[in-house]
């Protein structure tokens, strides 16, 4: 076979071929380079964390504390007015708060229940301790207070009362530092009670079997000097006249002419009157000034003597009593008020 190549390519080849004989195998192919990337923008720099401080490890203890101190204190807030209890249960709280307390500020847990606990524990103590104060000083001291009151009313006697039974032969009498009067013989009356010679007094009359009251009014001299002038030639007349528009009508309906009477020597007035729905009450009023005191002046003294009334019933009775009993016990009551009247200004 004729070889064509030239010298030169024939040396080359024979070259490739004992290289390709030495290694046994190909001479490896230049590698490819791969294609660049774009560049990627650069973005801002983040700051450094800080390091975060250590946490305390959490222990257990405290909490149970507290939350027996609140359960506790509720209790003793609610027992707080049972005497003794009451104190026992809230003294055992502030305890066991005082403990949740100690506990959580050393281990930081616990600190609000264990204050509420505290809290409740110490209102309700001292809501005890006054209930206790109540019990021990305040009743005590009531009760006492009471019995005396009682032993002192127990050592009053009937009169005391202002109540005072009579008898035919002991007429009760009845004073007052301007004057004083006595009850018919077989009468027994009860006093409401006698204040700057003004007293009031209802009267039993066993023998008419009927009831009157007396009223007496001490009106003073400078009140009454304003109601009737001292100049006046006829203070009695005049004071009848001053007494006609509105205190008389209250009393009842004027019946007949005034008449003209005394009262211990004293001018008088008596004026009778008539009372009741039906008219049948009978009345009388005296009107009378007291003599002149030490100073020249005189009082005006009005005794009013009426029938009582029960105005609940229909027949306008008086404990049952008629017409007739009512005006006998009227007459026999002013007699005697207006016959033993004695005053007591010198």
């Known amino acids: ?176 530092s301007c004057w004083s009067f006595s009850l018919p013989a077989g009468t027994w009356a009860s006093q409401d009670g006698t204040d700057t010679c003004t007293t009031s007094l209802d009267v039993t009359d066993d023998g008419a079997a009927a009831s009157t009251s007396v009223d007496v009014v001490t009106v003073p001299a400078a009140v009454a000097s304003g109601l009737v002038p001292e100049a006046s030639a006829d203070r009695v007349a005049d004071a009848v006249a001053a007494l006609s528009p509105s205190w008389l009508p209250a009393v009842g309906t004027v019946v007949g002419e005034t008449e003209q009477t005394t009262l211990d020597g004293q001018p008088a007035a008596l004026v009778r009157l008539a009372g009741g729905d039906d008219l049948g009450a009978p009345a009388a009023v005296v009107v009378a000034w007291s003599p002149a005191d030490a100073t020249g002046a005189s009082s005006l003294t009005l005794v009013t003597v009426r029938a009582d009334v029960d105005d609940d019933l229909g027949d306008d009775s008086s404990d049952g009593a008629t017409a007739g009993a009512r005006a006998a016990a009227t007459e026999r009551t002013l007699t005697s008020v207006t016959s033993t009247w004695d005053w007591a200004v010198a």
Do not use: H, K
Request: charged share 20%.
């Open 1 to 176: 076979m004729t070889d064509d190549r030239t010298p030169a390519e024939g040396l080359a080849a024979d070259a490739d071929r004992e290289t390709t004989d030495e290694n046994g195998r190909s001479a490896p192919e230049a590698p490819v380079a791969p294609p660049e990337q774009p560049a990627q923008p650069a973005g801002p720099a983040q700051p450094p964390q800080p390091a975060r401080p250590a946490q305390p490890p959490v222990r257990d203890g405290a909490g149970g504390w507290a939350i027996a101190a609140l359960v506790v204190g509720i209790g003793a807030f609610l027992v707080g007015l049972v005497p003794v209890v009451g104190l026992l249960v809230a003294l055992a709280g502030v305890a066991l708060g005082v403990v949740a307390l100690v506990l959580g500020r050393r281990r930081r847990s616990g600190l609000g229940l264990g204050i509420t606990g505290v809290a409740l524990s110490g209102v309700a103590a001292a809501t005890n301790v006054a209930v206790l104060a109540v019990l021990l000083i305040a009743l005590p001291i009531a009760d006492r207070a009471s019995r005396e009151a009682v032993e002192a009313l127990g050592r009053l006697d009937e009169s005391d009362y202002g109540t005072t039974s009579v008898t035919p032969d002991s007429p009760a009498d009845y004073a007052s």
